[in-house]
């Protein structure tokens, strides 16, 4: 079963939520906003609104939970964006750009 962690009270979000609701194997857990603690460890995935959520806050769960998959939703522009907190060594300038490509 896939954990799916919704941050945000848009009505996208709110659709959304209802929608995954009904989907086998996924089990939602939804939140307005991220102040306060929040324990992540269980989670497979967090889908914040980026109309609602600060950039750091998101630059956080990452830094946390750098294996976990941050989806961005902004329902003004319709976009979606993935976000990975995948963390690479890079000690000369040939390995920064290695990372790039």
Not at 9 to 24: D, K, Q, R
Not at 52 to 77: C, M
Request: hydrophobic share 50%; glycine share 8%.
């Amino acid at each position: 079963m896939k954990r799916v962690f919704l941050c945000g009270a848009s009505i996208f979000l709110t659709g959304l939520a209802g929608g995954l609701e009904n989907v086998p194997d996924i089990q939602v857990t939804r939140r307005p906003a991220l102040s306060g603690a929040i324990d992540l460890t269980d989670f497979d995935l967090v889908v914040v609104d980026f109309d609602e959520v600060a950039p750091a806050d998101v630059l956080d769960i990452l830094r946390a939970r750098p294996d976990l998959k941050v989806v961005g939703v902004n329902a003004r522009g319709g976009a979606v964006t993935v976000l990975s907190g995948k963390v690479y060594l890079a000690r000369t300038l040939e390995e920064v750009v290695a990372c790039l490509e």
